[in-house]
């Protein structure tokens, strides 16, 4: 089998004892062959010149543009299909375009001439790059070709290295950019990339292989990407790892594009020669672009020149057995015909879509400019942006603590149960005991924003759950047939907040009382109790408020947290955020948090003393329990004394046996009368103090310590008195943050240089 000869200049060594030979170009302009002039219509030349224009932006690093990848196995033919298809005489020999990817760039000019370009690797270092960059060479006579290539070959370090630091490396991640132009040169743009390695050699590595690997995958992955995979007929076609690589990315096979080279190398009549004619007529392999057969120079052939090239090729399918093949599928004319069609049409099919993207990426790139603010660099350009920024912060964060909802910043992104993630899958809101289902979810992007909002939604529920958890005991009516339950307990043994209320039956509530009676027993006369009784009875009931208060509070301090965060993620870059935070939101969230604690621990403290009130709500409770219980003992004596006769009156109530039967119903037992007295008078204190705690815990500490003022933290007015070295080191922009500037500067201009060209081809399309 031969080596493919591939784009260089120098010798070319070829296998199975076959002697080296040196391909001299001779001197040759640089004027369009004849052959390329049908590929010229005015509608093709309006499209595919959309995207050459587009590529001259510099939009190809940004977004995926319609290509043409010529792809395969290494020797199989591809950078011999390259050079008829271009019909550009290239040095060849097996050093140079099996080492990296080239791209052949075909386009009208004014003049003819023939331009060289690397484009480095992104991962190479900033030096390695500009050194790169810089190199670019024009000539107007073939005959300069190899040196220039030659000159590129060693920038790259490819085989030597011009950079006496740097390894020679056997394969390079850098792009080979051809440019061609000339007045009748048609719009056209291929890509060679190295061929797939199979195994290690003395002079290939695994590491080499997985390069090509990836870098063919990187090309062939992309959706708009025609992929050209060209097998070679000289090896069974299911051993050619091109095949899988583009099933692997386009298992449809709806962009590609199947090519047959050296059919010539098949035996006549064989079964192998049979086996790919029937490949190319879409028997075996399926792609939706169908296959195309092409033929090579042979080695015989080398110093033939391109237009005896094309004559041979078309002498061979005129007699050789894949003459019986449709004839747009074989020979270099029908291909190039072929491929300029394909390109205009998918090219013109995904103009739409590329506008689309190109709009989505230009909106993305202007938005993070804007966060970037305007430049940084002296000390007043940092107190200007710091002092825009703040006005920013203050007016929202005063609109979202008032709950004025007008500012855009409100509503942008709204999604009523959406939740925002960050890069780690965490939720950017709420925490793990909100239910992100609920209409009004702490969990929502929306909600987070709209500040007041959301702290109001949490102060109800905060109310809510005390008003029906935060009782240790709930006391059942004499005759409910509720059953009991067991209360949630901490690892630690104390009542767990997330408990339910323990039901409590008459005689149970009574008992509890009662042990307390017995432990607070003073002076006091039988049948009264120790008023201490009731600050007991009331410390127990209340063991939950402590650790429900503080989850409520620790909750709306965190979304406080996460709404300053999120307004600081929407107005500024994140240089300045992380330098601004510490500086000053760190240090006075810590203030109002500990504030909050503090002042919730004083709370707590007037809770903890014994029960003060000076609430006629409280003698109210009482009264009307105690008419309760007396009621319900006075129906039923009177249901005990009423007698049903078949008289015309109906019913008679006895008024003597009403009172004698209410008079004995009076329970001697003085301690029970006690416990009774006692249990009215907390359930009554309980009440109030309740409501009071309420108050207390939403106005002095979620308000007056948490949410009251949060503008206040990054004004005008703080930002006035940063020094300034302060100022300087929060708002002056990085080396870092420059370079990102100047990025994003140069994207949006070659973006907007893009948006322009693409309105208007589709305008006119």
Not at 280 to 306: A, C, P, Q, Y
Not at 413 to 432: F, I, P, T
């Amino acid at each position: 089998m031969r080596t493919e000869e591939s784009f260089a200049g120098g010798s070319s060594n070829e296998t199975d004892g076959v002697k080296d030979h040196q391909i001299i170009i001779k001197s040759e302009d640089l004027s369009t062959p004849s052959t390329l002039a049908g590929l010229q219509t005015d509608e093709q030349r309006k499209v595919l010149d959309t995207v050459a224009d587009i590529r001259k932006c510099g939009l190809e690093s940004i977004l995926s543009l319609p290509q043409l990848v010529v792809c395969g196995d290494q020797s199989a033919g591809k950078s011999s299909v390259l050079e008829a298809l271009t019909e550009i005489p290239f040095p060849r020999n097996d050093n140079l375009c099996t080492r990296f990817a080239t791209e052949i760039i075909l386009r009208r000019g004014a003049s003819n001439t023939l331009t060289i370009k690397i484009i480095p690797d992104e991962k190479r270092s900033l030096a390695e790059k500009e050194r790169i960059k810089a190199f670019e060479e024009s000539i107007t006579d073939f005959s300069e070709l190899p040196l220039l290539m030659d000159k590129a070959k060693t920038l790259m370090d490819v085989d030597s290295s011009s950079d006496p630091m740097s390894q020679p490396r056997a394969f390079a991640r850098d792009v080979l950019s051809l440019e061609i132009e000339g007045p009748s040169r048609p719009q056209l743009t291929l890509v060679d990339l190295p061929g797939l390695i199979q195994s290690e050699t003395k002079g290939v590595t695994k590491a080499d292989i997985k390069l090509v690997t990836d870098l063919t995958d990187s090309y062939i992955k992309q959706s708009r990407t025609i992929c050209l995979a060209v097998v070679t007929a000289t090896n069974d076609y299911a051993n050619q790892g091109i095949l899988d690589r583009v099933r692997t990315f386009d298992p449809k096979g709806e962009r590609t594009l199947g090519i047959v080279t050296k059919p010539d190398r098949l035996p006549s009549g064989s079964g192998s020669e049979e086996a790919f004619i029937n490949l190319t007529l879409n028997k075996d392999i399926f792609f939706k672009l169908g296959w195309h057969v092409v033929k090579n120079r042979s080695f015989e052939e080398g110093s033939n020149t391109l237009a005896q090239r094309n004559a041979t090729e078309a002498e061979y399918f005129e007699q050789s057995n894949f003459s019986k093949l449709p004839k747009d599928s074989v020979g270099i004319d029908a291909l190039r015909t072929r491929l300029a069609q394909l390109l205009f049409d998918h090219i013109k099919h995904e103009l739409p879509t590329l506008q689309s993207d190109l709009g989505k990426t230009l909106a993305d790139s202007k938005s993070e400019l804007e966060k970037m603010g305007e430049r940084r660099s002296t000390l007043q350009e940092c107190k200007a942006y710091l002092m825009g920024l703040s006005l920013d912060y203050y007016e929202i964060c005063k609109a979202a603590v008032a709950g004025y909802y007008e500012d855009n910043y409100f509503n942008i992104d709204a999604d009523r149960n959406g939740v925002a993630d960050d890069r780690n899958g965490r939720s950017s809101a709420g925490d793990e005991d909100t239910d992100p289902n609920d209409d009004f979810s702490p969990l929502s992007p929306i909600t987070i924003r709209r500040l007041r909002a959301i702290v109001q939604y949490l102060n109800t529920k905060f109310s809510e759950e005390l008003r029906t958890k935060g009782h240790k005991f709930i006391f059942l009516q004499p005759d409910a047939s509720d059953a009991l339950n067991e209360p949630l307990l901490n690892p630690d043994g104390s009542l767990s907040p997330e408990s339910p209320p323990v039901k409590k039956t008459n005689d149970g509530a009574i008992a509890w009382v009662k042990e307390m009676l017995l432990k607070t027993r003073g002076r006091e006369l039988a049948g009264n109790f120790n008023p201490a009784l009731i600050g007991e009875l009331f410390w127990d009931q209340s063991t939950k408020w402590r650790p429900l208060a503080t989850i409520h509070v620790e909750q709306v301090f965190k979304i406080c947290r996460q709404f300053l965060e999120g307004v600081l993620k929407q107005k500024c870059p994140k240089d300045v955020r992380a330098r601004l935070w510490p500086t000053l939101f760190q240090d006075a969230l810590d203030t109002r948090r500990n504030g909050s604690m503090q002042e919730l621990g004083q709370i707590m403290k007037d809770i903890e003393s014994y029960p003060i009130n000076y609430n006629h709500y409280y003698t109210d409770t009482i009264a009307k329990r105690r008419l309760a219980r007396n009621k319900t003992t006075l129906a039923q004596c009177i249901k005990d004394a009423t007698s049903y006769e078949v008289t015309n009156d109906g019913t008679s109530v006895d008024v003597d046996k009403v009172v004698e039967s209410y008079s004995h119903r009076i329970d001697p037992d003085m301690e029970k009368y006690s416990c009774e007295e006692a249990l009215d008078c907390l359930l009554a204190i309980y009440k109030v103090s309740q409501k009071v705690f309420i108050a207390n815990i939403t106005t002095q500490v979620v308000e007056r310590h948490v949410v009251r003022g949060l503008e206040s933290i990054f004004s005008p007015v703080a930002v006035t008195t940063l020094s300034d070295e302060d100022t300087v080191a929060i708002a002056g922009e990085p080396a870092a943050s420059k370079r990102q500037r100047a990025f994003l500067e140069d994207r949006i201009a070659k973006l907007k240089e893009g948006e322009k060209i693409l309105q208007k081809v589709i305008r006119t399309a």
